[in-house]
């Protein structure tokens, strides 16, 4: 394909990204940070995300599976697996952490597990596409520079 079809592709994929519900206005504001010096910041930060969220929901897993479930610990795991959540503007990811702490309020155990099943998978579907995402932004990246 030649660099004006990729690009166009990058630009349909990552409107499909924000028109989908994936992705808000923090991930422009990423985007402008990205130069360059540093052409693969947004990537990079996404690849920090991933790898700093699985550890947050590994200890919210841990949490809920001990006896009796600590909610107030359980809603500071949340809270700051959120707030890596809204560094990157992942939308509905931002959504299932705002549903799961509702539960977590009232004290509802079973509320929190259909919860975290849910951000688990909206967690794992954006990380899927953003993959793709980056993955066609490096071949444009390529043929520009052939």
Known sequence: MDRNGL????????????????????FIQLEELQDD????????IATLFFTDSARLIQNIE???????INFNKLDDYMHQFKGSTSSIGAKKVINECAVFSEYCSGGNAEGCIRSLQQ???????????????????????????A
């Open 7 to 26: 690009q166009h592709q990058v630009a349909c994929m990552r409107r499909s990204l924000f028109d989908q519900g994936y992705l808000d206005e923090q």
């Open 119 to 145: 951000i688990k998978q909206e967690h794992a579907i954006l990380r899927k596409k953003l993959d793709i995402y980056f993955q066609m932004v490096r071949q444009a990246a390529d043929a520009h520079i």
């Open 37 to 44: 010096a540093n052409p693969n910041f947004v990537q990079e």
């Open 62 to 68: 841990q949490s809920l599976n001990s006896w009796p």
